[in-house]
Nanobody
Framework: QVQFVESGGGLAQPGGSLRLSCTSP????????MGWYRQAPGKRELVATI??????RYGESVKDRFIISRDNAKNTVYLQMDSLKPEDTAVYYC??????????WGQGAQVTVSS
């Protein structure tokens, strides 16, 4: 069992910003693709991923608004969310994937965008 420490999330107004962070064990962080997925009622989608080398990939709905980054010294991946929309409301899950066999998930963080 892999333990992630997720933080951030909460309530934001449309057009506002939030930041999520996820800290993982070093042996996972240094070799796995880290990322974020989100789950809204009836819908689960990729938000963003980042490889150990720093290559990033984004879901179409968040491109140009969200930025994923990693701090290798802190074993932490961040998701900066700007220009938030009500449709960004979801539970956001930190994810670690070795792209072969293993996938691990964080406990989730609620993000609500509402005026």
């Amino acid at each position: 069992q892999v333990q992630f420490v997720e933080s951030g999330g909460g309530l934001a107004q449309p057009g506002g910003s939030l930041r999520l962070s996820c800290t993982s064990p070093e042996n996972i962080f240094s070799t796995y693709v880290m990322g974020w997925y989100r789950q809204a009622p009836g819908k689960r989608e990729l938000v963003a991923t980042i490889t150990p080398e720093g290559r990033t990939r984004y879901g179409e709905s968040v491109k140009d608004r969200f930025i994923i980054s990693r701090d290798n010294a802190k074993n932490t991946v961040y998701l900066q969310m700007d220009s938030l929309k009500p449709e960004d409301t979801a539970v956001y899950y930190c994810n670690a994937n070795d792209e072969v066999t293993y996938v691990f998930w964080g406990q989730g963080a609620q993000v609500t965008v509402s005026s």
